[in-house]
């Protein structure tokens, strides 16, 4: 069975752009999540979402927001980037929303510039 | 605001050595996690603790919930070099919720 996919693994933009970071979820599992991890703040939430709905919201600014498509499979989006948005994202599926084990994702590493 | 502090921060030790791992905080969970995370991949579930005051035991590993649902341990019996990487508590505030509360994360090297 696969496990969770994100594209791309490695990112470069400069500050004030825009990117969209794709994941897809494990066959069968609705809920994607995704966290942004930096070395400063951890590992922090970002939002869920479930059957294409955002089921909650972590404490990040409007310029992050996502989308899941009816395949279950999900895209972070970060607008105007900072250099402060440079960080592992990773995304995580789980079969249920809020039930069952979480199975994250390599993570895309994005560096802003 | 970081909820969940865990200490140490960084850790190595010598292979056959014996460890503990610590993960407080002022807020009551409803369910707490252990993840262990290697460079280059995301993190891997350990174990969920969702009684106050359990015990559970995974090989050389025995992770305990405090009775109050705020802290938790992780000690690691006799480690291995293949225990090496980044520790997390993860705890979440509310049931049927993915919002997680991660904490910052303990590095264990173990040398072989």
């Known amino acids: 069975k696969a496990g969770v996919t994100q594209t791309p693994r490695y990112l470069i933009k400069t500050r004030g752009q825009q990117v969209t970071l794709s994941c897809s979820p494990i066959?069968?599992?609705?809920?994607v999540s995704w966290y942004q991890q930096t070395p400063g703040q951890g590992l922090q939430f970002l939002f869920e979402?479930?059957?294409?709905?955002?089921?909650n919201k972590g404490n990040f600014p409007g310029r992050f927001s996502g989308r899941q498509f009816s395949n279950s499979r999900s895209e972070m989006n970060v607008s105007t980037l900072e250099l402060g948005d440079s960080a592992l994202y990773l995304c995580?599926?789980?079969?249920?929303?809020?039930?069952?084990?979480?199975?994250f994702g390599p993570g895309t590493r994005l560096t802003v510039l | 605001t970081q909820l969940l502090e865990q200490s140490p921060q960084f850790l190595s030790i010598q292979e056959g050595e014996n460890l503990t791992v610590y993960c407080n905080s002022s807020?009551?969970?409803?369910?707490l996690q252990w993840y262990r995370q290697e460079p280059g991949e995301g993190p891997v579930l350990l174990v969920t603790?969702?009684?106050?005051?359990e015990v559970k035991k995974l090989k050389r590993l025995t992770f305990q919930f405090g009775d109050a649902r705020k802290d938790s341990s992780l000690h690691i019996t006799a480690a291995q070099p293949g225990d090496t990487g980044l520790y997390l508590c993860?705890?979440?505030?509310?049931?049927?919720?993915?919002?997680?509360?991660f904490g910052t994360g303990t590095r264990l090297k173990v040398l072989a």
């Open positions: 979402y479930f059957s294409e709905t955002q089921r």
């Open positions: 993860a705890g979440k505030l509310t049931s049927g919720t993915y919002k997680y509360i």
């Open positions: 807020s009551v969970f409803s369910s």
């Open positions: 066959s069968g599992h609705r809920s």
């Open positions: 603790v969702v009684t106050g005051g």
């Open positions: 995580a599926s789980s079969r249920t929303s809020g039930r069952n084990e979480q199975f």
